[in-house]
């Protein structure tokens, strides 16, 4: 992040033109190694635990090396190690600066002595920035007094670095009453707070659909209903994990449905925290414990259901895929029906899911928990009720443990949480099917 919030200081400064910044970023970019990379090829991890460990990471909100220290797979040594050999990526972007012939090194620290004098940052300050630690960056730009704020701050723009892209940086966090948008989508969380967290496009959608073409790792171009399927579940994400966070301080939250506005005003009290990404500015839009109007009219989505599959005489199963989101329903789609298994339907909600049950009386169905019209949960009840035989799996997020663990209680066979690791979800499916 310092390279970028750097690099545009020096392009207003004329040193460096918008084009030579957005080529040395694209280099620096593509030279970063991860550190489990790293790891493998030095013999500390096998390739099996990076995995583990990156998965756990969309879990448990941690850093790599943290976890890998956790599970006792790295010593501190080794993680000191690694890091050293993973490299700065500020002095990366000043060795190709300097390669280039954009920068004399001797003039380098009066620009950056202009920066921190100009943007008002301590010495501990820059040399967090330098080291792109967003634990010790988000505090300079996103402090809020209001709890939680700096917190899902910090793990939006971790979530932002595993899921999308690396090329991101933040501005000044500022308080709104009443905004006025293109484009908003998030999530309200509730329970102990009410806590609402959304993306929006203000000036530009630009922003919002670099953020959706990121994580759905497809080229959205337009604001549509597959934007907001996809702001929907990145928003779930961070929210899940929020939630587990919060978990262990006895706070209690739950998510509910995701939202999507266009062209709207939000009444209320906010903040806003700036988010350059790729090039693109977005808006990430939180509200904690205060009375808001988002908008007078929820965006329509228009998603069609994918028609079931014909079921052929080597089929390995059939299942009923009922989630909210189109873009989680074709996730997991495309990697059960990869494997042999033939979706039969698919459903929106429990109450389509309850239906397609009795309809297809498939080997297996999955239910998503968080759902409009009938949640997850309500869901199961109903199906267990006319069929204690059923197989069922939830699909959940983090944070939902209580639901899970209700669930199980109904009659739930497993639960998988998202984002999905294929082997869990394969591996789930042939030990129930199968039974």
């Given amino acids: 992040m310092f390279s970028q919030l750097f690099g545009e200081f020096l392009t207003e400064k004329n040193v460096i033109t918008r084009e030579t910044l957005e080529e040395v970023l694209q280099q620096q970019n593509s030279t970063r190694v991860k550190l489990g990379t790293i790891a493998v090829a030095a013999g500390y991890l096998t390739e099996a635990q990076a995995e583990e460990i990156n998965y756990l990471q969309t879990q448990q909100d941690k850093r790599f090396g943290d976890i890998a220290l956790d599970k006792g797979y790295l010593t501190m040594a080794q993680l000191s190690e690694l890091l050293d050999q993973q490299g700065n990526a500020f002095m990366k972007f000043l060795q190709i600066l300097t390669e280039k012939n954009c920068i004399v090194l001797t003039e380098l620290d009066n620009y950056l002595t202009e920066f921190q004098k100009s943007e008002g940052f301590s010495d501990a300050e820059m040399q967090a ?92 171009t337009e604001i549509n209903s597959h934007v907001f399927d996809t702001l929907g579940e990145f928003t ?16 209690d939250i739950d998510m509910e449905a995701p939202f999507a506005y266009v062209d709207q005003k939000m009444t209320g009290k906010g903040y806003i925290v700036p988010i350059h990404l790729c090039g693109h500015e977005l808006e990430l839009f939180i509200s904690v414990d205060e009375e808001i109007i988002l908008g007078d009219k929820l965006y329509e989505m228009k998603i069609e259901k994918k028609a079931g599959s014909t079921v052929t005489a080597d089929s390995r199963g059939t299942i009923v895929i009922v989630d909210d989101s189109a873009l989680i329903r074709r996730t997991l789609r495309d990697l059960v029906e990869g494997a042999g298994y033939t979706v039969v339907a698919e459903g929106t909600n429990g109450e389509e899911g309850l239906e397609a049950y009795k309809e297809y009386k498939p080997d297996l169905i999955t239910l998503d928990i968080t759902m409009p019209v009938m949640d997850g949960v309500e869901a199961l009840e109903k199906i267990m009720e006319s069929d204690p035989g059923a197989k069922v799996i939830m699909i959940t ?39």
Avoid: W
């Avoid at 709104?176 to 969380?189: E, F, H, M, P, S």
């Avoid at 009659?411 to 039974?435: C, S, W």
């Fill in 129 to 220: 920035l330098k080291k792109d630690d967003i634990d010790g960056i988000v505090p300079l730009f996103a402090f809020s007094a209001k709890p939680f704020v700096t917190e899902l701050t910090a793990l939006v723009l971790r979530n932002i670095t595993r899921f999308v892209s690396t090329d991101f940086y933040i501005g000044r966090i500022r308080r709104v009453n009443d905004y006025a948008y293109r484009c908003l989508a998030g999530q309200k969380i509730t329970g102990d707070h009410q806590i609402y967290v959304a993306f929006a496009g203000t000036d530009s959608e630009d922003g919002v659909l670099r953020l959706a073409s990121g994580y759905a790792k497809e080229t959205f």
């Fill in 236 to 251: 779930n994400i961070c929210s899940g994990l929020l939630a587990t966070n919060l978990s262990e301080k006895d706070i």
């Fill in 397 to 435: 997020a983090a944070g939902q443990q209580q639901k899970v663990i209700k669930a199980l209680r109904v009659g739930a066979a497993k639960f998988i949480m998202k984002p999905f690791n294929r082997d869990e979800v394969l591996n789930a499916l042939q030990e129930i099917i199968k039974h």
